[in-house]
T-cell receptor
Framework: DSGVTQTPKHLITATGQRVTLRCSPR?????VYWYQQSLDQGLQFLIQ???????AKGNILERFSAQQFPDLHSELNLSSLELGDSALYFC?????????????FGPGTRLTVT | QQQVKQSPQSLIVQKGGISIINCAYE??????FPWYQQFPGKGPALLIA?????SEKKEGRFTISFNKSAKQFSLHIMDSQPGDSATYFC?????????????FGEGTQLTVNP
């Protein structure tokens, strides 16, 4: 158990809908990262927040957004969902920001768009 | 653009044998190279990591070998066990202080036969 928690574990929704995925980092960690894992794209970095501020952005679609709250938990919002958004979404956390810190992954949220 | 290439895609090893997974990277700014282990239905778990100031790092049965001039690194699993059967991902990141992201390889599905 990495100490990173994610809810929900599974999510099934229809095309065009909006969902929110939640992540709580390990105790004391200030950075939260979001990754998408799919069969065709592999593990892809989406976005990073550090202490409430966006720090790095990957190939995140404009339909997706994220934020980190004062209690350091983070939410990933996915809107206007398409079939291709079906994937595993992982959150990771680290104590700080930058390449000096190891990232620890949560158990993921499996999103199925029908 | 795939910046980290991983091979083989799948690997079958007998119990007690050595499993070897290779990765090559393109971006010379990468300076942190972790390996993650992922079991079905679980998030990636950090296994071992190396920085380019050393050529080898060993932790128990797991060893990373790093060749900076060739821009390659590999994971060796000694005395492979059936419990090691999982998907292994190499990754790389840059030591930016402003933010960091992991760039993952495609993954190697390891099967260790009893």
């Amino acid at each position: 158990d990495s100490g990173v928690t994610q809810t929900p574990k599974h999510l099934i929704t229809a095309t065009g809908q909006r969902v929110t995925l939640r992540c709580s980092p390990r105790s004391g960690d200030l950075s939260v990262y979001w990754y998408q894992q799919s069969l065709d794209q592999g593990l892809q970095f989406l976005i990073q927040y550090y202490n409430g501020e966006e720090r790095a952005k990957g190939n995140i679609l404009e339909r997706f957004s994220a934020q980190q709250f004062p209690d350091l938990h983070s939410e990933l919002n996915l809107s206007s969902l398409e079939l291709g958004d079906s994937a595993l979404y992982f959150c990771a956390s680290s104590p700080g920001t930058g390449g000096l810190y190891e990232q620890y992954f949560g158990p993921g949220t499996r999103l199925t768009v029908t | 653009q795939q910046q980290v290439k991983q091979s083989p895609q799948s690997l079958i090893v007998q119990k007690g044998g050595i499993s070897i997974i290779n990765c090559a990277y393109e971006n010379t700014a990468f300076d942190y190279f972790p390996w993650y282990q992922q079991f079905p239905g679980k998030g990636p778990a950090l296994l071992i990591a190396i920085r380019p100031d050393v050529s080898e790092k060993k932790e128990g049965r797991f060893t990373i070998s790093f060749n900076k001039s060739a821009k390659q690194f590999s994971l060796h699993i000694m005395d492979s066990q059936p419990g090691d059967s999982a998907t292994y991902f190499c990754a790389a990141s840059r030591g930016e202080t402003s933010g960091s992201r992991l760039t993952f390889g495609e993954g190697t599905q390891l099967t260790v036969n009893p």
